[in-house]
Protein backbone atom coordinates (compact mmCIF):
# COMPACT_ATOMS: atom_id res chain seq x y z
CA UNK A 1 0.00 0.00 0.00
CA UNK A 2 1.42 3.05 -0.70
CA UNK A 3 2.42 5.85 1.67
CA UNK A 4 -0.24 8.11 2.27
CA UNK A 5 0.17 11.85 1.68
CA UNK A 6 1.19 14.58 4.22
CA UNK A 7 -0.61 17.28 4.82
CA UNK A 8 0.61 20.47 3.39
CA UNK A 9 0.78 23.67 5.72
CA UNK A 10 3.08 26.44 6.94
CA UNK A 11 5.64 23.62 8.74
CA UNK A 12 5.88 20.90 5.46
CA UNK A 13 9.72 21.87 4.96
CA UNK A 14 9.88 20.24 8.64
CA UNK A 15 9.38 16.37 9.11
CA UNK A 16 6.82 15.19 10.85
CA UNK A 17 7.71 12.31 13.75
CA UNK A 18 5.21 10.87 15.99
CA UNK A 19 7.29 9.35 19.04
CA UNK A 20 5.96 6.38 21.34
CA UNK A 21 7.03 6.04 25.26
CA UNK A 22 5.77 3.44 27.60
CA UNK A 23 4.53 5.29 31.39
CA UNK A 24 3.97 2.74 34.06
CA UNK A 25 2.33 4.04 37.01
CA UNK A 26 2.99 1.75 40.14
CA UNK A 27 0.15 1.56 42.54
CA UNK A 28 -0.19 -0.05 46.20
CA UNK A 29 -2.53 0.85 49.18
CA UNK A 30 -1.83 3.66 51.56
CA UNK A 31 0.30 2.75 54.51
CA UNK A 32 -0.30 3.51 57.84
CA UNK A 33 1.78 3.30 61.22
CA UNK A 34 0.03 0.25 62.42
CA UNK A 35 0.18 -1.47 58.68
CA UNK A 36 2.70 -3.77 58.14
CA UNK A 37 3.58 -3.99 54.41
CA UNK A 38 5.26 -6.58 52.32
CA UNK A 39 4.03 -5.77 48.57
CA UNK A 40 7.67 -3.85 47.94
CA UNK A 41 8.59 -7.12 47.35
CA UNK A 42 5.59 -8.58 45.53
CA UNK A 43 3.45 -5.55 44.66
CA UNK A 44 0.12 -5.41 46.21
CA UNK A 45 -1.49 -8.75 44.91
CA UNK A 46 -4.99 -6.77 45.29
CA UNK A 47 -7.65 -8.01 42.85
CA UNK A 48 -8.12 -5.03 40.83
CA UNK A 49 -11.81 -6.09 38.74
CA UNK A 50 -12.43 -8.53 36.12
CA UNK A 51 -10.22 -6.33 33.71
CA UNK A 52 -7.71 -5.73 36.21
CA UNK A 53 -7.62 -1.81 35.07
CA UNK A 54 -8.65 0.73 38.06
CA UNK A 55 -9.39 2.87 35.01
CA UNK A 56 -13.38 2.60 37.03
CA UNK A 57 -14.06 3.24 40.19
CA UNK A 58 -15.40 -0.67 40.70
CA UNK A 59 -11.94 -2.12 39.60
CA UNK A 60 -9.61 -0.93 42.54
CA UNK A 61 -10.57 -1.21 45.88
CA UNK A 62 -9.30 2.13 47.10
CA UNK A 63 -9.80 5.62 46.80
CA UNK A 64 -7.10 8.17 45.63
CA UNK A 65 -6.07 9.41 49.63
CA UNK A 66 -5.99 5.22 50.27
CA UNK A 67 -3.85 4.48 47.06
CA UNK A 68 -0.21 5.46 46.76
CA UNK A 69 1.61 5.75 43.54
CA UNK A 70 5.91 5.32 43.15
CA UNK A 71 6.94 8.78 41.47
CA UNK A 72 11.25 9.83 41.16
CA UNK A 73 12.86 13.21 40.76
CA UNK A 74 13.83 14.12 37.10
CA UNK A 75 17.18 15.54 36.98
CA UNK A 76 20.08 15.58 34.27
CA UNK A 77 17.82 14.56 31.40
CA UNK A 78 17.36 18.09 30.09
CA UNK A 79 13.31 17.58 30.28
CA UNK A 80 11.43 17.91 33.20
CA UNK A 81 14.27 17.91 35.71
CA UNK A 82 13.17 19.25 39.39
CA UNK A 83 10.07 17.63 38.55
CA UNK A 84 8.04 13.80 40.33
CA UNK A 85 7.42 12.01 37.36
CA UNK A 86 6.38 8.33 36.82
CA UNK A 87 8.79 5.58 38.45
CA UNK A 88 8.96 3.75 35.08
CA UNK A 89 9.03 5.38 31.71
CA UNK A 90 10.74 5.89 28.60
CA UNK A 91 10.92 5.85 24.57
CA UNK A 92 9.94 2.64 22.56
CA UNK A 93 13.15 1.86 20.99
CA UNK A 94 13.46 1.02 17.13
CA UNK A 95 11.35 -2.68 16.61
CA UNK A 96 10.12 -2.91 20.16
CA UNK A 97 6.58 -3.14 21.59
CA UNK A 98 5.06 -0.56 24.07
CA UNK A 99 4.85 -3.51 26.77
CA UNK A 100 8.16 -5.07 25.69
CA UNK A 101 9.53 -1.20 26.54
CA UNK A 102 7.88 -0.83 30.28
CA UNK A 103 9.15 -4.25 30.58
CA UNK A 104 12.61 -3.07 30.05
CA UNK A 105 12.61 0.23 31.72
CA UNK A 106 11.15 -1.43 34.73
CA UNK A 107 14.46 -2.97 34.91
CA UNK A 108 16.69 -0.65 33.97
CA UNK A 109 14.85 2.42 35.76
CA UNK A 110 14.08 0.82 39.00
CA UNK A 111 15.58 -2.91 39.14
CA UNK A 112 12.31 -4.70 39.29
CA UNK A 113 11.23 -7.86 36.98
CA UNK A 114 7.50 -6.67 35.30
CA UNK A 115 5.28 -9.23 34.08
CA UNK A 116 3.86 -7.96 30.77
CA UNK A 117 0.42 -9.50 31.79
CA UNK A 118 0.33 -7.70 35.18
CA UNK A 119 0.64 -4.51 32.77
CA UNK A 120 -3.04 -2.94 32.90
CA UNK A 121 -3.86 -0.09 30.08
CA UNK A 122 -4.79 3.22 31.52
CA UNK A 123 -5.32 5.58 28.75
CA UNK A 124 -3.20 6.89 25.41
CA UNK A 125 -2.44 10.70 25.52
CA UNK A 126 -2.08 12.03 21.84
CA UNK A 127 0.11 15.41 22.87
CA UNK A 128 2.25 17.81 21.22
CA UNK A 129 5.51 18.31 22.49
CA UNK A 130 5.73 21.30 21.91
CA UNK A 131 2.51 23.01 23.85
CA UNK A 132 0.64 25.61 21.80
CA UNK A 133 3.25 25.57 19.30
CA UNK A 134 4.10 24.13 15.80
CA UNK A 135 3.07 20.43 16.08
CA UNK A 136 5.95 18.80 14.19
CA UNK A 137 7.00 16.86 16.88
CA UNK A 138 3.63 14.35 18.83
CA UNK A 139 3.91 11.69 21.04
CA UNK A 140 2.11 8.88 22.02
CA UNK A 141 2.54 8.35 25.32
CA UNK A 142 0.85 4.73 26.45
CA UNK A 143 0.07 4.75 30.48
CA UNK A 144 -0.16 1.71 32.45
CA UNK A 145 -0.88 0.54 36.13
CA UNK A 146 0.84 -1.94 37.75
CA UNK A 147 -0.07 -3.50 41.15
CA UNK A 148 2.33 -6.47 40.99
CA UNK A 149 6.33 -6.96 40.24
CA UNK A 150 9.16 -8.71 42.11
CA UNK A 151 11.83 -7.02 43.19
CA UNK A 152 12.24 -3.67 45.81
CA UNK A 153 12.40 -0.35 43.28
CA UNK A 154 14.97 1.32 43.84
CA UNK A 155 16.99 3.71 41.64
CA UNK A 156 19.53 2.52 39.13
CA UNK A 157 20.13 5.72 37.38
CA UNK A 158 21.20 8.36 39.64
CA UNK A 159 22.83 10.20 37.62
CA UNK A 160 19.25 10.87 36.23
CA UNK A 161 17.02 10.64 39.30
CA UNK A 162 17.56 12.49 42.35
CA UNK A 163 14.81 10.85 44.97
CA UNK A 164 11.93 7.85 44.66
CA UNK A 165 9.00 7.94 46.88
CA UNK A 166 5.44 6.94 47.52
CA UNK A 167 3.18 9.82 47.54
CA UNK A 168 -0.95 9.48 47.96
CA UNK A 169 -2.72 10.28 44.94
CA UNK A 170 -4.63 13.29 46.92
CA UNK A 171 -1.37 15.13 47.79
CA UNK A 172 1.05 14.52 45.37
CA UNK A 173 3.92 16.79 45.11
CA UNK A 174 4.73 19.82 43.12
CA UNK A 175 5.86 19.94 40.23
CA UNK A 176 4.89 16.53 38.07
CA UNK A 177 4.86 16.77 34.50
CA UNK A 178 1.76 18.26 33.28
CA UNK A 179 0.94 15.93 30.66
CA UNK A 180 1.49 13.25 33.99
CA UNK A 181 -0.73 15.09 36.48
CA UNK A 182 -3.57 15.17 33.94
CA UNK A 183 -3.91 11.40 33.71
CA UNK A 184 -2.86 10.95 37.82
CA UNK A 185 -5.98 13.33 38.34
CA UNK A 186 -8.28 11.74 36.18
CA UNK A 187 -7.12 8.23 37.87
CA UNK A 188 -7.89 9.77 41.39
CA UNK A 189 -11.02 11.09 40.49
CA UNK A 190 -12.15 7.58 38.56
CA UNK A 191 -10.97 5.96 42.24
CA UNK A 192 -13.07 8.42 44.41
CA UNK A 193 -16.04 7.56 42.29
CA UNK A 194 -15.78 9.37 39.06
CA UNK A 195 -16.00 8.94 35.57
CA UNK A 196 -13.31 6.41 33.86
CA UNK A 197 -9.98 7.27 32.86
CA UNK A 198 -10.58 7.77 28.95
CA UNK A 199 -9.03 5.34 26.90
CA UNK A 200 -7.76 7.58 24.48
CA UNK A 201 -6.70 11.67 25.95
CA UNK A 202 -5.24 14.45 24.42
CA UNK A 203 -2.67 17.13 25.72
CA UNK A 204 -1.13 20.12 24.15
CA UNK A 205 -3.25 21.21 21.48
CA UNK A 206 -4.39 24.43 20.56
CA UNK A 207 -7.76 24.90 22.24
CA UNK A 208 -7.38 21.25 24.28
CA UNK A 209 -6.63 21.23 27.80
CA UNK A 210 -3.33 21.45 28.73
CA UNK A 211 -2.18 24.19 25.68
CA UNK A 212 -1.59 28.06 27.14
CA UNK A 213 -4.17 30.14 27.37
CA UNK A 214 -4.06 33.55 25.23
Not at 66 to 95: C, K, S, Y
Not at 126 to 140: C, F, K, M, T, Y
Not at 183 to 206: K, N, S
Amino acid sequence: MPALPRPAGPDDAAPFALVPAAYVLLLRPRKDATTAMATETLGTGHPVGVDRAPRSPAGWPHGAAATEVLLQLRRNTGFMDGHWAAGIAGHVEPGESVTAAAVREGAEEMGVVVDPGDLVPLTAMHRSNAVGGPALEQRADFFFTLTRWRGTPTIQEPHKSGALRWFALDALPEPVPPHELKVLRLLAAALDGGRAVPAITTFGFAGAPGAPQP
